[in-house]
């Protein structure tokens, strides 16, 4: 399995926004006061999207030689304790 690389961690932070909008039929994702925001399908106002994604909607992503688990708000996967 081949994970996405990136140049920095805004670059795979708005690499890994932009997929889950697709896949999840979200359009027009932004970044507003540090918050992601994006359209939801057949929507008018934008959501979010911190409030909508699940626990199960992070993804690996390689910045260098660090590897992270990613979710599409920006926010990391914490390991439970």
Known sequence: MSLPSYASFADAIRGTCND???????????????????????G??????KTVMDKTSHRLVKIGSLTL?????????REST
Do not use: H, R, T
């Open 69 to 77: 688990a990613l979710f599409p708000d920006g926010s990391l996967l």
């Open 20 to 42: 889950w909008c697709n896949a999840q039929g979200y359009s027009s994702p932004f970044c507003k006061n540090g918050e992601w925001w994006a359209f939801p399908p057949n």
């Open 44 to 49: 008018v106002m934008p959501v979010q999207i």
